[in-house]
């Protein structure tokens, strides 16, 4: 089903799978994973909720903490520029639940948040405060997964 808080849509997330380990040919680097873009509907946290991040997560005077939802998520094909593809052309997902990439501690690649961009962008939480079982799977049915981000904006 797709949330509710779709027409609200704000944000846009970047994240990437982590590729695979090649071999010695190329020095045994990393490459790159596949690329995913999440619509988000996101807010700034209150000063109040924010003190309580300070405490818990290292979060610094620089940086902003944004709480919301996932809206729909799509695979991001390669060259397609991600603050404007249409996630609807693609593997799209509305159903508001995060992808299995996206997870607590994750350094994402950026964020689009109204007409900012960021690329120091974290996840500090990316599930319900029940989780995902009982009343955690009927509020994920109807908003769609929580997800709350540590970023600092950079020019």
Known sequence: MTSPLQPFTNARLLIE????????EV????????????ELFMKQVSEKERSEFERL??????????????ISFADLPD????????L?????DSTGKRPSALTKGLKA????????VT????????????????????VRDVLGDRLILKIEWRR
Do not use: C, H, M
């Open 119 to 138: 690329e120091t962008v974290e996840v500090i939480e990316a599930a319900g405060t029940f989780d995902d079982l009982g009343i955690g799977q009927i």
């Open 27 to 38: 020095g045994y680097k990393r490459t790159g994973g596949q690329q995913i873009v999440l």
């Open 57 to 70: 997560e290292r979060v610094g005077a620089a940086n902003d903490v944004l709480k919301g939802y996932v």
């Open 79 to 86: 060259g397609a520029d991600w603050q404007t593809y249409d």
């Open 109 to 116: 690649v950026a964020l689009q948040f109204g007409s900012r």
């Open 88 to 92: 609807a052309a693609g593997t799209f």
């Open 17 to 24: 799978v982590p590729g695979a380990r090649g071999g010695p």
